[in-house]
């Protein structure tokens, strides 16, 4: 008896494993890339079914999402301005690629290298950069290109850093 219980939980164990595969494949499968999207135009995100490229949280809300896509159809999906930019800056093709925003003054998808950003955002990750088709003055503080943003992020200067938040809130 004592040489089967090994056996016995062995079995049991590769079952459990077993259950677990298949119960996940009956699951709706997470939707990290859409492909043929050759009129590159922002793909109708269905909520809790993308999932962001770059750090892999689920697209709860549209506010602050962004699509890449690449000149052959290829569309990324990211919950915020500052995970698009950590991914862009590895891409070959970023001047061919088209980057759609969510505006937070239009609630739609905007050209993202035209947009406006603001610094201070409540974002869905923190980096504080929300995408806007105007400049305004209800955000606080100045409001940024998309060159300055990707700057700003490369260097770290962003809400999710203590020292930087601190300095932008005044805090």
């Not at 997470?30 to 922002?42: F, G, L, R, S, T």
């Amino acid at each position: 008896m004592k040489k089967a219980l090994p056996f016995i939980t062995i079995i049991i164990v590769i079952a459990i494993i077993i259950g677990v595969f298949l119960s996940m494949s009956n699951q709706k499968q997470m939707v990290v890339i859409y492909e043929d999207n050759h009129e590159h135009k922002p793909v109708d995100i269905k909520l809790s079914h993308f999932q962001d490229t770059q750090c892999g949280m689920t697209i709860t809300k549209l506010k602050d999402s962004v699509q890449a896509i690449s000149p052959e159809g290829k569309t990324w999906f990211f919950d915020d301005m500052g995970c698009f930019a950590l991914w862009y800056k590895n891409i070959t093709f970023q001047k061919e690629a088209k980057v759609w925003a969510y505006s937070r003054d239009t609630n739609e998808y905007i050209d993202a290298k035209e947009a406006w950003y603001s610094k201070t955002d409540n974002t869905e990750m923190g980096y504080g950069f929300a995408a806007y088709k105007s400049k305004t003055n209800k955000v606080i503080g100045e409001m940024i290109s998309f060159d300055e943003m990707l700057v700003k992020m490369y260097r770290g200067e962003n809400m999710a850093n203590p020292q930087i938040r601190k300095k932008l809130l005044g805090k």
